[in-house]
């Protein structure tokens, strides 16, 4: 299999992480990573388009030369198709709740922080644009709020004990963050710790750049 993929995007990262910590706990996925440079505008040109008619990454190459073009499906059919250690178990509720604040942390935490940088510093080169900023950071407070209350019952990752998708998707949307310098955590000192934890670990070593 073929992962299509750019360091430092968010959707991408998230599954290069899953990625990572499958192998840093001893899964063989066998799957190549191929850089499509967005910031040549690489992912618009017809060799990308006839992999993802909508022109975005990640994209999974499957061995029958067919595509998944969605980053939570790609975890997905991972999680499927190498079952052992599989990264949200096999107890139903565990897995429900690990997709539970996975959802919230990418609708509700990666979405603003996207809006906030590209109205701040905008790596793509959009104009500026305060309200929009603000508005993007107001949003961001009662779910940060909401996984700093999750931190408080002393768990040492976001769902648990164990990473699970929850803290690849948090981490993905924190980079986009740090490249552009931007300290979106407040007075939340158990967020903090979690970063400071999740970016110590073997896989976070092995993607994340920023
Ligand atoms: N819902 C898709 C979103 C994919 C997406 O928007 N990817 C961004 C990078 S984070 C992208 O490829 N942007 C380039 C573009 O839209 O031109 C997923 O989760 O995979």
């Not at 190549?32 to 992999?51: D, F, S």
């Not at 900023?133 to 949003?139: I, M």
Request: net charge negative; proline share 7%; glycine share 6%.
């Amino acid at each position: 299999m073929k992962l299509y993929m750019v360091p430092l995007a968010p959707n991408p990262t998230k599954v290069m992480l899953y990625i990572a910590e499958r192998e840093a706990a001893g899964a063989e996925l066998g799957i190549e990573q191929i850089v499509v440079n967005t910031l040549k505008g690489r992912q618009r040109e017809p060799e990308h388009l006839a992999r993802n008619p909508f022109g975005t990454l990640p994209v999974l190459e499957l061995d029958d030369g067919s595509y998944l073009v969605e980053s939570l499906a790609i975890i997905q059919y991972l999680e499927d198709r190498f079952p052992e250690g599989s990264l949200l178990g096999d107890d139903p509720l565990a897995r429900a709740r690990a997709r539970d604040i996975e959802r919230v942390v990418d609708l509700r935490i990666a979405s603003p922080i996207g809006a906030y940088i590209h109205a701040t510093k905008s790596p793509l080169g959009l104009p500026a644009d305060p309200k929009a900023a603000a508005q993007a950071e107001k949003s961001l407070q009662t779910p940060l709020d909401y996984l700093e209350n999750l931190l408080g019952d002393g768990r040492e990752l976001l769902t648990g004990n164990n990473v699970s998708i929850a803290d690849c998707t948090m981490q993905a949307a924190l980079q986009f963050a740090r490249f552009i310098e931007a300290d979106l955590f407040g007075e939340r000192p158990l967020l903090r710790a979690w970063d400071t934890r999740y970016r110590e670990r073997e896989a976070a070593n092995a993607v994340l750049k920023w």
